[in-house]
């Protein structure tokens, strides 16, 4: 799959010494060298052998542990790892600086032939979400079920609160945001965060927030930081203008597996309009709408979201050997229920 957004650029800084992160009970944390890139795996033990691989793919200045609640609710049903897409979490950058929604697919791809676990339930939220369309899109084979939250889809007309993002982008922006990086307290962009992915933040434990600080100083400290974070936000912007086969919209009609869909109604970054939008281009899809949810669902209301994918596993017979592959009955729904809330820096 060749790259259609940002050209290849001189490798990042040099990686500082590792970092000891945190793990969650139960969940490993693991370093996978592949061709042009080392990715980041966590894994969460399955509840029995023989449970069908899944794959979880995070958002813009996010990381595996977002999924870290999910995973535990879906330990008995799937056999779960979440990656830590390059330049985050514990990835270092691409050897190649190349940030595009296509490198990130790119990178997934590679680790997904050389585990052999495809085809694998495949999870993705905002930029993963992108990257998730493209890979089933392009790789069928190794998809057999898509799950997308608030997926980071072509829109022309970006919510306000989006515009952050979009200037996130632009060339320059990360230097100065490199030079400046001490204006604001990590407790300061954590509240932001959370302000602008939760649908409701004060659902945050103080524990949980204390740790989202902790990890937010670890990586404000990596060299590579804010160009990740730009890179990665220019090559959301570039998606969204690339026409044609390599168009989002384009490849989300091409992609056979059958589809979950998760849009909150208190989503700032991407629009609760697209909804309807997405349930018509991905065929045959499931809709399931939380009014109450903000960008990250799958972290404000795992349960909700995991009793979501069981029926679609259920209906379509996936568990027990049916094809991916087959038409998917449409359906929507709508929840507003609760759920505990850990933080996230996923958009």
């Not at 069981?310 to 049916?322: I, P, T």
């Amino acid at each position: 799959m060749s790259s259609t957004e940002l050209p290849s650029v001189p490798p990042a800084s040099v990686l500082p010494k590792a970092v000891a992160v945190r793990v969650a009970d139960g969940e490993r944390l693991r370093s996978v060298g592949l061709p042009g890139v080392t990715l980041s795996v966590r894994s969460r033990p399955p509840a029995r052998e023989g449970l069908p691989p899944a794959l979880f793919v995070h958002g813009l200045g996010g990381s595996s542990q977002n999924w870290s609640q999910l995973m535990e609710q879906l330990e008995g049903v799937v056999d779960g790892e979440a990656v830590d897409l390059p330049g985050f979490g514990d990835s270092p950058p691409p050897d190649d600086g190349n940030y595009s929604v296509t490198g990130h697919a790119r990178a997934v791809i590679r680790y997904l032939d050389a585990s052999g676990r495809g085809p694998v339930h495949l999870f993705g939220n905002s930029l993963g979400g992108a990257v998730s369309t493209r890979i089933a899109a392009v790789r069928p084979d190794l998809v057999r079920t898509l799950t997308l939250v608030s997926p980071a889809l072509p829109e022309l007309r970006v919510q306000r609160t989006a515009v952050p993002t979009v200037i996130l982008g632009l060339p320059g922006v990360a230097g100065l945001l490199t030079r400046t990086n001490g204006k604001w307290t990590a407790e300061q962009r954590v509240r932001g965060v959370l302000a602008l992915c939760y649908g409701d933040p004060g659902s945050v434990t103080p524990e949980a927030f204390e740790y989202a600080v902790e990890e937010l100083e670890r990586r404000l400290r990596l060299p590579y930081f804010w160009d990740a974070m730009a890179r990665s936000a220019r090559g959301i912007v570039n998606a969204y203008t690339l026409g044609g086969q390599h168009g989002l919209w384009r490849q989300a009609e091409r992609v056979l597996a059958p589809t979950l869909l998760i849009y909150g109604g208190r989503d700032q970054l991407v629009g609760y309009r697209m909804a309807q939008k997405a349930a018509r281009s991905f065929r045959g899809s499931r809709l399931l709408s939380m009014p109450d949810a903000g960008h990250v669902a799958m972290m404000e209301y795992p349960e909700a979201v995991a009793g979501a994918f069981r029926e679609l596993l259920a209906d379509h017979d996936v568990l027990s050997g049916g094809s991916a592959a087959g038409a998917v009955a449409g359906g929507s729904g709508a929840t507003s229920a609760s759920g505990s809330a850990a933080p996230g820096m996923g958009s």
